[in-house]
C-alpha cells in the first residue's frame, strides 16, 4: 500500500491509517482509492478479524482535498469521482467490527468516514465541522445518509447549516461518537483496546450483527425480520455458535 494509507495486520485487526498528515489527512483521488482498496483488503482476509482506521498527524481527516480537485483539468468530473462513496462504502459493507480513533479535526467527507465505522473513540480535543457550505458546497461520501441517522434529522440540520463545530463532549451527547478519551494518543489506545477485543471475540457473529444492523436502515420491518431469522438460522449450525452454545449450556 503506497504512503497515502497504511496497511497492517496485527493479532487479527488490520490496522488502516490515513498518511496525509501535512494534508490534516484530506483524501484526493489517490488516497481515497487506496482507502478504498485497504477496506476491500481487509474484507478478504481471512486473517483479519476486526479493522482500527486511524489518521496520522494532528488531525483525523479534514474531509476531501479542495486544492487537488481545484486544480483538475475538469473540476466536475474529479469532484464527482472523489464524492462517490466507494471508500466509505467499502468499509461500511464488511463484515467485521470497525473501530475509528479520532482526534483534531473531522471535517467533510471526514465525518463519512468515522460514522462507517462501528465504534468511534474520539480524543477530548476533536472538533467535528460539517464544513461543506463554507466553500459553496454540499456534502459528499454518503454523509447526507449518515448523519441524520447517527443523530437525528434536526441535530444533522442544525449542525449542517449552522457550520458551527461541535466538541468532543457535544457529540458524545449527540451519539456521533461512542466514548471520549484524555487525548490523541490516550483515543488511539483505547481504540486498540476496543478492536482487540472484537478481534478475540466470536467475530463471525459480530460481523453478522454489524451487517444486520446497517441493513436495517434499507428493510422494511417484514424484510428486516426475514433476514434476521434466515442469517440466525445459518449461524446456528456453524462451528462458533456450536462451541459457544455448548459452553453456556455445560456452564
Given at each position: ?15 488502516i491509517?490515513l ?43 479534514a ?46 467527507a ?6 462507517s465505522?462501528?465504534v ?5 480535543g476533536t ?31 442544525t ?18 461518537v ?9 483515543a ?10 472484537f ?15 446497517r ?22 449450525t456453524?462451528?462458533?455458535?456450536q ?9
Amino acid at each position: 500500500m503506497s504512503e497515502s494509507v497504511n496497511y497492517a495486520v496485527t493479532d487479527g485487526v488490520a490496522h488502516i491509517r490515513l498518511n496525509r498528515p501535512d494534508a490534516a489527512n484530506a483524501l484526493n483521488l489517490p488516497a481515497a482509492q487506496q482507502l478504498r482498496a485497504a477496506a476491500v483488503r481487509a474484507g478478504e482476509d481471512d486473517d483479519v478479524r476486526a479493522v482500527l482506521v486511524t489518521g496520522a498527524g494532528s488531525r483525523f481527516c479534514a474531509g476531501g482535498d479542495v486544492g487537488s480537485f481545484v486544480e483538475a483539468d475538469d473540476q466536475a468530473a474529479y469532484l464527482h469521482e472523489l464524492a462517490t462513496d466507494a471508500a466509505t462504502t467499502a468499509i461500511a459493507a464488511l463484515e467485521k467490527p470497525v473501530v475509528a480513533a479520532v482526534h483534531g479535526a473531522v471535517a467533510g467527507a471526514g465525518l463519512a468516514l468515522m460514522l462507517s465505522c462501528d465504534v468511534v473513540v474520539a480524543a477530548s480535543g476533536t472538533k467535528f465541522v460539517f464544513a461543506y457550505p463554507s466553500i459553496g458546497l454540499t456534502p459528499d461520501c454518503g454523509l447526507s445518509y449518515l448523519l441524520p441517522r447517527a443523530i437525528g434529522q434536526q441535530r444533522a440540520l442544525t449542525f449542517a447549516l449552522s457550520g458551527k463545530p461541535v466538541d468532543a463532549a457535544r457529540a458524545l451527547e449527540w451519539g456521533l461518537v461512542s466514548e471520549v478519551a484524555e487525548n490523541a494518543e490516550a483515543a488511539i489506545t483505547r481504540g486498540r483496546e476496543v478492536v482487540a477485543g472484537f478481534a478475540t471475540g466470536p467475530h463471525r457473529a459480530l460481523g453478522q450483527v454489524r451487517r444486520l444492523l446497517r441493513a436495517g436502515w434499507e428493510m422494511d420491518r417484514a424484510a428486516t425480520g426475514a433476514e434476521e431469522a434466515r442469517t440466525i438460522s445459518d449461524m446456528v449450525t456453524g462451528a462458533e455458535a456450536q462451541v459457544l452454545i455448548s459452553e453456556f449450556i455445560n456452564r
